[in-house]
């Protein structure tokens, strides 16, 4: 099975960060198992882990080059929806349904974040 996007991320950041996935594992308090089973989308990438992964690489000297959130949604193809608002949520769904091409999407994660919303 091939890496998520979500693995790439974490691959490129722990090679610049000079760590193993072993090191990352126990920062992270997860077996190594685990974490290579997250990195290749056999198991879901758990509530919290981005945030963890974030951390780990920012107190490594990491730039945050990538939104793990983001990736991690991705790569467990949800979106927590819990608590956000029915305009936010029926804005989600729409989003999700819609056939824009990358262009458009691209043109409208920049309105986005111009608006202040999360990248």
């Not at 960060?17 to 198992?33: C, F, G, N, R, Y």
């Not at 990491?62 to 029926?90: C, H, I, K, R």
């Amino acid at each position: 099975m091939g890496l998520t996007e979500f693995g790439k991320a974490l691959r490129i950041c722990r090679v610049n960060a000079q760590t193993t996935l072993a090191e990352m594992a126990e920062d992270l308090k997860v077996s190594p198992a685990f974490l290579s089973a997250v990195e290749t989308g056999r198991k879901k990438v758990p509530a919290g882990m981005a945030q963890k992964a974030a951390h780990f690489f920012a107190q490594r000297g990491q730039d945050p080059t990538y939104d793990f959130e983001a990736l991690a949604d991705a790569s467990n193809e949800q979106v927590n929806v819990a608590g956000l608002s029915l305009e936010q949520q029926m804005l989600v769904s729409s989003l999700a349904r819609s056939n824009l091409d990358s262009n458009q999407i691209a043109r409208l994660a920049h309105l986005l974040k111009k608006m202040g919303g999360h990248e």
